[in-house]
């Protein structure tokens, strides 16, 4: 059967709540359970309420892994510059070749045509995979240019609507 909850007992969760102990915390420096911890917190008027620390937690957490990932899309990108850099770059490439399949090398001008597309895909991969982890912004501009670029497709519709309406260009 459990010891009877006393004074010491409501004391000493005042005690802790106040330094910020968690209520499991409690309860183990208490010898009792979470429950009785919760209910004596109850009697007491006290709370574990921590959804603003962790609501502050959470953002931190979400700007350091922005932050991890725009560094991480920075790495891909300089990939994809390397990568890009051996398309037309002196090579040497090597296989077993003869009946005896001996190992050859031989030193190329720029890679082979099929090496030369495997890293075009290479180079594909690493900016669409960097494009994902951190979307290019479209700066001040890019609104005006939407903007722009909507009104100019209206007036080319409407253009290709008056020249439907007046039977054609050459009036036939």
């Not at 603003?52 to 991890?68: I, S």
């Not at 510059?81 to 030193?107: I, M, R």
Request: proline share 3%.
């Amino acid at each position: 059967m459990a010891r009877p909850i006393d004074d010491t007992d409501r004391e000493q969760v005042r005690t802790l709540h106040a330094q910020g102990k968690a209520r499991n915390e409690i309860a183990r420096a208490l010898k009792r359970s979470p429950s009785t911890v919760s209910k004596l917190a109850r009697e007491l008027n006290l709370t574990f309420d921590r959804a603003g620390e962790v609501a502050v937690a959470t953002a931190v957490r979400r700007e350091d892994l922005a932050a991890r990932r725009a560094a991480f899309a920075l790495q891909l990108q300089g990939s994809a510059e390397e990568l890009h850099a051996q398309l037309f770059a002196p090579c040497t490439v090597g296989e077993f070749a003869g009946k005896e399949g001996d190992w050859h090398t031989a030193d190329l001008k720029k890679p082979r045509f099929g090496d030369q597309r495997q890293i075009i895909a290479s180079v594909q991969t690493a900016v669409n995979t960097s494009l994902r982890i951190a979307p290019a912004e479209g700066g001040e501009g890019a609104e005006q240019v939407r903007s722009m670029l909507g009104a100019l497709g209206e007036a080319l519709t409407a253009a290709a609507g008056d020249a439907d309406d007046d039977g054609g260009a050459d009036g036939g």
